[in-house]
């Protein structure tokens, strides 16, 4: 099997966004150790006629239009004092990737006449499943041309006080080591 990298690029939101920091829940903080990684695989029709840089080009624009709701996904998870998870809203954007497969696989031999493979990998601390589903679906729609069904909840007034204020002031100058974050767990695949 061979792969060859076509191009990559960085997608910007298509509007500017809210800039700042977002803090993430409890919960968030607890999960965030890797990556969820989907990937979908799409067989072409026989009388599919879209060109690979038509598909490429769609689904560029429509994940631009879906940073502008889904703004947090175009920064970047950052740590602040104490160990805890921010996201740092600046609309830095997210990396696009395209490549070719050659492969001589039975099951992977359309994927030279056009198939299509979309992977993404995404910060669990940043998206459980539920809100990935929602955005995985809007993304769809923007691709099909359809307009945005559900805006996404990021409010975090219901999270009170955390992130509003810098971590330095919230803890006191010595704290027991039990309060301090658990050590980051590194994921190592054999």
């Known amino acids: 099997m061979k792969i060859n990298l076509n191009g990559s690029c960085l997608v910007k939101p298509a509007q500017p966004t809210w800039n700042g920091m977002l803090p993430l829940s409890e919960l968030d903080q607890i999960r965030s150790i890797g990556y969820v990684n989907f990937i979908l695989l799409y067989r072409p029709p026989q009388e599919w006629f879209t060109p690979p840089e038509a598909i490429v080009e769609t689904l560029k624009n429509s994940i631009s239009k879906l940073l502008v709701p889904f703004h947090p996904l175009a920064g970047r998870l950052t740590r602040i004092l104490g160990g805890r998870l921010q996201i740092q809203c600046n609309g830095i954007g997210v990396p696009l990737t395209k490549t070719l497969l050659e492969a001589t696989l039975d099951d992977l031999k359309e994927f030279r006449w056009g198939g299509v493979c979309i992977g993404v990998a995404m910060s669990h601390a940043s998206m459980d499943g539920l809100s990935s589903s929602h955005f995985y679906s809007e993304w769809a729609r923007l691709a099909r041309g359809e307009p945005l069904e559900t805006q996404p909840f990021l409010n975090r007034e ?22 301090d974050a658990p050590p980051l767990l590194i994921y190592i695949q054999n």
């Open 158 to 179: 219901l999270l009170g006080d955390i992130g509003r204020q810098t971590r330095s002031a919230a803890l006191p100058q010595q704290h027991p080591p039990e309060f």
